[in-house]
Every structure is written in C-alpha cells, then in structure tokens.
C-alpha cells in the first residue's frame, strides 16, 4: 500500500515539475502563491475536507479549488492545486502539507532555472548551522509571541545580500510559514528536496580542520560508491573532534574521529576495571 502511495505521490511531484517547469520564468512567484494557498487551507478546514472528501469525484474537487482560488493567484499554483486537488488523501492536514512542500519545490526550481541550486543548498546548509550555533538567535527565531513581519525582518537582515533570493524566501518561509517541522527539520528537509533535483543523496562530514579539496574530493568518491550515486557533502569544522572525521549519511553515523577513540577506550578501560 505504502508502495503504491510512494508512486502516487513521486507521479504528483512530477507533474508539478512539469507544471513549474512551463512558468519557468514565474516559478518564484508560483512558490509564493503555493504558501499563499497552503496558509488559506489551514485556515479553512472545511475547504480542506472538501477537497479530500473520497465521496466527491476529482473533477468536482478540481472545479471547486479551481473556482475558489483562480482569479487569486498565479495560474501554475492554481494548476499545482488542482492537480493534488484530484489526488486521494489519507486526511484533510496531508493536502495542506503537499502544497506547502510544493511551494518550496517551486523555489529551487527556480534556484535550478537560474543556474543558483548548489549556492542555495549551501546556504541553506550554513543558515542552519549558524542557528544550531548560536541561542539567543533560536530563540529570536522560534519566538511565536513576535509578529510575523519582524521575524522577516530579522531573517532578512541576517541573509539578504549574503544569499541569493531563493535562499532568502526559503529560510523566511521555513522561519515565519513552517507547520509540520521543527526549524531545524525544516532546513534539512529543504535540502533533501534540493538534493532529490539532481538525484543525489546528502551527507554531513564533522571534522576537526577543513578539509583540502583533494581529502574532500576523495572522501565524497568514496561516499558516492556508498550510496552508488552522487553525493552532496557538507562539511562541518569542530575542533573539539581533535583529528578523523564523523560522517552522517541518511540514517547512518559513521564515527571515525580521535575523539571517539578516546572516549571507546575509556569505556573500554572502565569495563576492565
């Protein structure tokens, strides 16, 4: 069943791409509407019901979206609605998700079009890290109790001219527009729909000093034969790791650094005591 869900649900992303792909010159703007419409979903659960209620046939949820929205937004976001509009739900919240996720999709898309997809996943990475790093600015982040225009304000000021404009809106919309994740889950979710665009799968390489392009390049080969595809690798500098390298690959933590050593051969010695 999950299977068949999964096929589902790849033949709908599709179908937006396509859908995207035609606006090409508009897909930020299609981004921006698909948030817009997200938002109105969640706020009108009877809409939401509507439109995966399996009673209705797919023409008649398509027409009634069609109807309510057209004249509001931006001709592709209302084909991307329509389209999963048509599709079967297992509830009201998934709809709402979907057109979210695709709203993002929008955006690297045009990240894509305009030849700035790795600058964004990049970026994306580095934002993320900057806020794991530092409190105070999470906490300024995550603080429901501030109006939603000063948080763009805020996000705006820490990216706008040290990013290009689809990392911006994105890290906005994962600040001020996010529902399902937390911020952080947000970001790497980002960036998985990012690496799915050039079919390659993302891995985190912790290490203790930069790594030389050859040591990069040598460690992203050896993670590709892995994955048996192309990996995009970000790389995080700890000095506390002293020396190796920790590597978090999907689910899987590879470990190899000094400090876990260390820390096994303690273990390793108190057990022999």
């Not at 109807?67 to 609605?81: S, T, Y």
């Not at 979210?100 to 790795?118: I, K, Q, S, W, Y």
């Not at 990049?122 to 934002?127: A, G, L, T, Y």
């Not at 429901?144 to 990216?159: D, F, G, I, K, Y």
Request: glycine letters at 6%; a negative charge; one cysteine or more.
């Amino acid at each position: 069943m999950q299977d068949r869900e999964g096929h589902a649900h790849d033949e709908l992303q599709q179908r937006v791409v396509s859908i995207v792909s035609d606006a090409q010159d508009r897909a930020s703007e299609v981004g921006d509407a698909l948030f817009s419409v997200a938002g109105f979903l969640v706020s009108r659960p009877s809409v939401r019901r509507a439109l995966t209620d399996t009673g209705r046939a797919p023409e008649d949820r398509e027409s009634f979206i069609r109807g309510l929205i057209a004249d509001q937004v931006d001709a592709a976001a209302v084909d991307v609605v329509a389209a999963c509009a048509r599709e079967r739900w297992s509830g009201p919240g998934e709809l709402s998700a979907a057109v979210e996720e695709f709203g993002v999709l929008a955006h690297l898309l045009a990240a894509r079009f305009n030849g700035r997809l790795d600058t964004v996943e990049e970026e994306i990475f580095r934002f993320g890290q900057v806020v794991r790093g530092d409190r105070e600015l999470r906490s300024a982040l995550l603080n429901t109790a501030a109006p939603v225009e000063s948080l763009r304000t805020l996000v705006r000021t820490l990216v706008e001219g040290k990013a290009v404009p689809e990392t911006t809106r994105l890290v906005e919309y994962a600040v001020t527009e996010r529902r399902m994740r937390s911020l952080e889950a947000q970001l790497e979710h980002i960036m998985a729909l990012a690496a799915k665009q050039r079919e390659r799968r993302i891995a985190v390489a912790h290490v203790a000093a930069p790594l030389s392009p050859q040591q990069r390049e040598r460690l992203e080969r050896n993670l590709a034969e892995r994955a048996g595809g192309p990996v995009l690798l970000n790389v995080v500098v700890e000095p506390g790791l002293v020396g190796g390298v920790r590597v978090e690959f999907d689910d899987e933590v590879v470990d190899g650094t000094v400090t876990s050593r260390i820390d096994a051969a303690r273990r390793r010695l108190a057990v022999g005591m």
